[in-house]
């Protein structure tokens, strides 16, 4: 069954009006909450200065995962205290900060199925030179504290992380074509 076929058969069991009195051939914002998973993904300030933020998207692209918000931004640090909260009392963290707002760098939410867990396998290894061939961090990244990408650990986490890089409206709900061709029927 097609998606639209989908779309009209949860419509009749919601007793919704039928999808194709609706513009358009898919059924908008009707993906299943698995598929929803939404993390955060920060490109930093190196990986903006060496220009691998199309890099860095292609790979998520290429996963299958959907972009559901990017901007580009110089953070402050009222924003980094927030996000970097727990790191506040470590000796590393002025470098951090100094680091982080060292130049722009990109802020961007990936939505899709298991997209923290995923990411986080994707994105590799804090530590760079621990980090796996085939990682974003393995393949891009020489030193620890120029690692490329920020990711979200857990769902929880980038619920909050998400809060403080986006307003709720900043997220786009958007239906993407390919999904019947990245998770099947």
């Known amino acids: 069954m097609g998606s639209l076929g989908r779309c009209l058969a949860r419509s009749l069991l919601r007793g919704q009006p039928s999808p194709s009195r609706t513009p358009g051939p898919r059924c908008y914002g009707s993906a299943p909450p698995e598929l929803q998973e939404k993390t955060l993904v920060l490109v930093k300030p190196d990986a903006v200065q060496r220009r691998l933020v199309g890099t860095v998207i292609q790979r998520f692209e290429r996963r299958g995962f959907k972009l559901v918000a990017m901007k580009l931004l110089q953070a402050d640090r009222g924003l980094l205290d927030k996000h970097y909260q727990q790191l506040q009392q470590k000796p590393f963290y002025p470098a951090l900060l100094a680091y982080m707002t060292s130049g722009p760098l990109v802020a961007m939410v990936w939505e899709g199925y298991n997209v923290v867990r995923s990411t986080r396998a994707m994105v590799g290894d804090t530590d760079s030179a621990m980090a796996a061939a085939g990682t974003i961090r393995g393949d891009l990244s020489m ?21 403080f890089w986006f307003q709720r409206d900043e997220l786009v709900a958007w239906e993407s074509g390919d999904r019947d061709y990245t998770y099947g029927p």
């Open 143 to 163: 030193h620890v504290s120029r690692n490329v990408v920020h990711a979200s650990d857990s769902v929880e986490t980038a619920q909050r992380e998400i809060s």
